[in-house]
């Protein structure tokens, strides 16, 4: 099954981190399957240490493209039909590929998969397992941040609105229905797996979390070397980019006002409460937006041309609606 398996790992100054997550998986694995390792830092040690591991090709980067962009870059030297995206902040003791390779065969509606993860730095808590959409646009994990009590119903298999691109598995020909695109450059970080999922629904595929062998996820080990802004504003832009584009006019309608009511809320309470590192983040994201108008018309004519499913009937599929509570909180 794992020889028919292309793994990216988008790294950035990770040396140490990155070596365990070969060595895990050679460990689980036994026979590496192909795996392309991108560079973001364009680092000499990552290089060599990369050429230590058989079937492991080393891309590097002139600049830190992200993990948008990093995996776009090391997509087209993937030569196997199913391609997984793995954080480099990951180690596997036992491989769930296999089964999430399985998943996919037995289930042809069933575009993305997600297998589970725990959190080791979190006394080993589950990391989401999927996400579900609300009425404000703010996503909503499954069991994120939850210990692990009853495997049966926290690790059911169901469709969801999307997962997480820590581990995440599709094959190949899904990107014909999405015009060839994986994500889109100008995302480089946040988002761009939320993104990714919307378009497969809208192209009439699911998204699916798989209860499978969990792997350790050490979570944040990249994000945490940059500026909370810079990456709060890049989220929030690239939020607005996806809703702009995905939803049809009814989407919009329902779900936008709302999205912008919560940002007003939460950049007034920052105010009042002397955030002005998030207030700083909130006036990055329109000048970050506007960058990508002309990107965003193209895609836009492009999504809504080929739909295959309308906002009233997706909702009914991926929406839930948390009490005032759940917003509160996020």
């Keep these: ?16 981190i990155l070596r365990q997550c070969l060595n895990s998986l050679k460990h689980s694995c036994g026979v590496l399957p192909e795996i392309i390792v991108v560079d973001n830092a364009n680092d000499s040690a990552t290089k060599l240490l990369v050429a230590e591991y058989e079937n492991t090709k080393y891309i590097d980067v002139k600049e830190n493209l992200g993990f948008a962009g990093g995996n776009n870059l090391g997509l087209p030297y993937c030569t196997i039909d199913y391609i997984l995206l793995l954080n ?22 069933v575009g993305v998969v997600q297998g589970t993860m725990l959190l080791p730095n979190c006394e080993n808590k589950l990391d989401s397992c999927g996400t579900f959409l609300t009425p404000f646009g703010i996503q909503k994990n499954r069991y994120f941040l939850e210990a692990l009590e009853n495997p049966v119903k926290q690790l059911e298999t169901l469709s969801v609105f999307s997962v997480k691109g820590a581990l995440m598995l599709f094959h190949r020909e899904l990107l014909t229905c999405l015009n060839g695109v994986l994500f889109y450059d100008d995302f480089k970080s946040y988002y761009e797996e939320t993104d990714f999922c919307h378009r497969v629904w809208l192209a009439g595929r699911e998204v699916h979390f798989v209860g499978t062998k969990p792997i350790q996820h050490l979570m944040g080990q990249t994000s945490r ?18 809703f702009n584009t995905l939803f049809d006019n009814y989407g919009r309608w329902y779900i936008l006002p709302r999205f912008y009511l919560i940002n007003l809320a939460n950049f007034l309470r920052s105010i009042v409460c002397f955030k002005w590192g ?5 006036f990055k994201v329109f000048p970050k937006y506007k960058k990508t ?4 018309k193209k895609v836009r004519k492009q999504i809504q041309s080929a739909r295959v499913i309308s906002d009233r009937e997706l909702f009914k599929k991926i929406m839930v609606k948390p009490s005032l509570r759940f917003y509160f909180k996020h």
């Design 293 to 296: 108008a002309a990107l965003r």
């Design 1 to 16: 099954m794992l020889d028919r398996l292309s793994i990216i790992i988008v790294t950035y100054n990770n040396g140490e």
């Design 278 to 282: 998030m207030v700083s983040a909130y």
């Design 225 to 242: 070397k940059f500026a909370q802004s810079e990456i709060w504003s890049q989220y929030i832009a690239n939020i607005l980019f996806s």
């Design 88 to 109: 480099d902040d990951t180690i596997i003791d036992e491989e769930p590929f296999s089964d999430l390779i399985k998943y996919l065969q037995e289930h042809s509606e």
